[in-house]
Nanobody
């Protein structure tokens, strides 16, 4: 069973950058894709970025051009580089291992707060 641990969240000013990390206890290729989600209070959890096992990526319209998902296969680690951060990016960010039927594993979440 793959366990995921996120880190790298914190407080940052608008326009700043953060890099989130997600370390997997097992292979990040155990499912079909790795993904980052986020959730703000009172809002639905939304899919932010995905990377398939083959390396293809997809992004939510709200973050495209600012965020980049990447991985280090040897370290079983997935990253989310977040640039040009906006206050509306504030939320809890979750790493996830996805399979065709849904999500196999969730990380515990890491808080990202962007001040204006």
């Amino acid at each position: 069973q793959v366990q995921l641990v996120e880190s790298g969240g914190g407080l940052v000013q608008a326009g700043g950058s953060l890099r989130l990390s997600c370390v997997a206890s097992g292979s990040i290729f155990s499912g079909n894709a790795m993904a980052w989600y986020r959730q703000a209070p009172g809002k639905q959890r939304e899919l932010v970025a995905t990377m398939s096992n083959g390396g293809s990526t997809n992004y939510a319209d709200s973050v495209r051009g600012r965020f980049t998902i990447s991985r280090d296969n040897a370290k079983n680690t997935v990253y989310l580089q977040m640039n040009s951060l906006k206050p509306e990016d504030t939320g809890v960010y979750y790493c996830a291992l996805k399979y065709v039927g849904g999500v196999a594993s969730w990380g515990q979440g890491t808080q990202v707060t962007v001040s204006s």
